[in-house]
């Protein structure tokens, strides 16, 4: 018998909503999956990608990391894990790090061995190198075996990639599939392999409202898979439908039922109503002691009402001045998947790349063509692209997909995990409009897939982290200043 905790998307290093607290409970969390390893003697913790929330994590983040998987090994518990989308390095990976301290093993195309059962990896695997992919894997003579990866799979709603075309041609045959990239859990059984998603250990975005946990799987015989929950920060969902002749008032007696101490406040409003501003909810929540405050107003507004633009709306006026260029159909779309959609970076230039071809497939040269500058740009493109980038996370590749999801994969989706996510936190803060510019072309405000600064080189980094199988077996011989 085998059994392990099978966790992921821990995203450590994450300053969610630009707040150090956040940045610490995303550590906490991690902990407390580690603490709940040591305490159940479990025979190894797998973790399923996106250790860390970025390439770049800070040495604060890297130093608690450390203690973490110290605690693991002091205990005797292995660490094997493989690389995401949002951590995967040019060359050498984190995981190669913590491996040459002895800390880690990074999952491969080798089998590791723990109780009966032999464990595989496969990084990320960007979706430019996912045609013809032909995985190696190396035989084994244990009496289960499971492979970890990351990425968005079939045949769950938010699916990319058929998992048959990694267990089909591959010489091993698998029990489980253990993933990473979608944010929410789930679980099911596919030609006689379990594929289960882990889900994150943290919110990454406003989008992602179920608790959160990791997944316990026992090898014997049959494959059990339990979820287990974890103590997080509170998230306090208002949602709010207004009544005709409603405004403010309603808004903030509706606010005033909850208890916000310390908690992240996602307010939502809908219906119809007088107006208001967000900036005002906003203050009335903190005032009552929330640590954050996410606000966003749902109602549809007369195209001629001229909007006032707050600092909690900052990316609204981006979208505005973009339309005011006069920018052709496709150019604004490509805008929203850079700039606004749950995109990851290291997905951003292949997500790019195809759009356009789709465009180019499709023979309509006027998408190319630019408009009169003042008309609204509210043509289906435009329509197309805010839609995408206020909700559509399978991401959110995301969603975080913030992204903030799900951020799963960030390839189009966070998973990143929740339709409305950008909603949620783009109208809110002037702080996020910084993330409207990078990681996975970050949602407005929605921080679920992205680290700001992220876009360079991105999809490189990603690819070279994938090397078909996961670890490439080189050595490791970096300092630690060549990996900061």
């Known amino acids: 018998m085998t059994r392990v905790i099978h966790t992921g998307d821990t995203h450590l290093g994450y300053r969610q909503y630009h707040r150090p607290e956040r940045t610490r409970d995303f550590a906490d969390a991690f902990r407390q999956v580690v603490d709940d390893a040591v305490a159940d003697d479990v025979d190894a913790v797998v973790h399923a990608g996106d250790l860390f929330h970025d390439r770049r994590p800070d040495?604060?983040?890297?130093?608690?990391?450390?203690?973490?998987l110290r605690t693991l090994d002091d205990a005797g518990v292995p660490f094997l894990a493989i690389v995401g989308n949002h951590e995967a390095k040019r060359e050498g990976q984190w995981l190669d790090l913590f491996e040459s301290l002895g800390l880690a093993?990074?999952?491969?195309?080798?089998?590791?061995?723990?109780?009966?059962?032999?464990?595989?990896?496969?990084?990320?695997v960007p979706r430019a190198q996912r045609e013809g992919f032909e995985?190696?894997?190396?035989?084994?003579?244990?009496?289960?075996?499971?492979?970890?990866?990351?990425?968005?799979?079939?045949?769950?709603?938010?699916?990319?990639?058929?998992?048959?075309?990694?267990?089909?041609?591959?010489?091993?045959?698998?029990?489980?599939?253990?993933?990473?990239?979608?944010?929410?859990?789930?679980?099911?059984?596919?030609?006689?392999?379990?594929?289960?998603?882990?889900?994150?250990?943290?919110?990454?975005?406003?989008?992602?409202?179920?608790?959160?946990?990791?997944?316990?799987?026992?090898?014997?015989?049959?494959?059990?898979?339990?979820?287990?929950?974890?103590?997080?920060?509170?998230?306090?969902?208002?949602d709010i439908e207004l009544g005709e002749g409603e405004g403010i008032d309603r808004v903030l007696e509706r606010i005033g039922q909850y208890e916000l101490d310390d908690a992240v406040a996602v307010v939502r409003v809908e219906g119809e109503g007088e107006p208001f501003t967000l900036a005002e909810v906003e203050e009335f929540a903190l005032d009552r002691g929330a640590l954050v405050a996410r606000v966003s107003d749902d109602r549809e507004t007369p195209e001629e009402t001229e909007r006032e633009?707050?600092?909690?709306?900052?990316?609204?006026?981006?979208?505005?001045?973009?339309?005011?260029?006069?920018?052709?159909?496709?150019?604004?779309?490509?805008?929203?998947?850079?700039?606004?959609?749950?995109?990851?970076?290291?997905?951003?230039?292949?997500?790019?790349?195809?759009?356009?071809?789709?465009?180019?497939?499709?023979?309509?040269?006027?998408?190319?063509?630019?408009?009169?500058?003042?008309?609204?740009?509210?043509?289906?493109?435009?329509?197309?692209?805010?839609?995408?980038?206020?909700?559509?996370?399978?991401?959110?590749?995301?969603?975080d997909a913030e992204a903030e999801g799900t951020d799963a994969e960030?390839?189009?989706?966070?998973?990143?995990?929740?339709?409305?996510?950008?909603?949620?936190?783009?109208?809110?803060?002037?702080?996020?409009?910084?993330?409207?510019?990078?990681?996975?072309?970050?949602?407005?405000?929605?921080?679920?897939?992205?680290?700001?600064?992220?876009?360079?080189?991105?999809?490189?980094?990603?690819?070279?982290?994938?090397?078909?199988?996961?670890s490439s077996g080189e050595a490791t011989d970096g300092t630690l200043e060549e990996f900061l």
């Open 59 to 68: 040495l604060g983040d890297i130093m608690a990391t450390l203690s973490i």
């Open 105 to 124: 093993t990074r999952l491969g195309s080798d089998p590791v061995v723990v109780g009966d059962t032999a464990f595989y990896g496969l990084d990320f």
């Open 135 to 238: 995985p190696d894997f190396e035989p084994h003579d244990a009496a289960h075996a499971a492979l970890v990866t990351h990425g968005l799979f079939e045949p769950f709603d938010f699916g990319e990639w058929d998992p048959s075309e990694i267990l089909d041609p591959a010489s091993v045959a698998f029990d489980a599939l253990l993933l990473g990239d979608n944010h929410d859990p789930g679980t099911v059984e596919v030609d006689g392999t379990w594929v289960t998603y882990c889900g994150s250990t943290e919110r990454a975005s406003a989008a992602e409202r179920e608790d959160r946990g990791y997944n316990l799987v026992t090898f014997d015989g049959d494959v059990d898979i339990r979820r287990r929950g974890l103590d997080t920060r509170e998230f306090v969902f208002v």
């Open 309 to 399: 633009v707050s600092f909690a709306d900052p990316d609204d006026a981006v979208r505005e001045r973009v339309r005011e260029l006069g920018l052709s159909g496709a150019a604004r779309d490509i805008d929203e998947t850079v700039r606004a959609s749950k995109v990851a970076d290291s997905n951003v230039d292949t997500e790019v790349e195809t759009r356009v071809r789709d465009l180019v497939d499709e023979g309509d040269g006027d998408v190319f063509a630019s408009v009169e500058p003042d008309d609204g740009g509210e043509d289906a493109d435009t329509e197309s692209a805010d839609a995408e980038s206020e909700g559509t996370d399978a991401d959110t590749e995301s969603a």
């Open 410 to 470: 960030a390839e189009g989706t966070d998973a990143e995990t929740g339709e409305d996510a950008e909603a949620d936190e783009s109208d809110s803060a002037v702080a996020d409009s910084e993330a409207a510019t990078a990681d996975g072309g970050e949602p407005p405000g929605d921080e679920s897939e992205a680290a700001g600064g992220e876009a360079e080189s991105a999809d490189d980094g990603a690819e070279s982290a994938a090397d078909g199988t996961g």
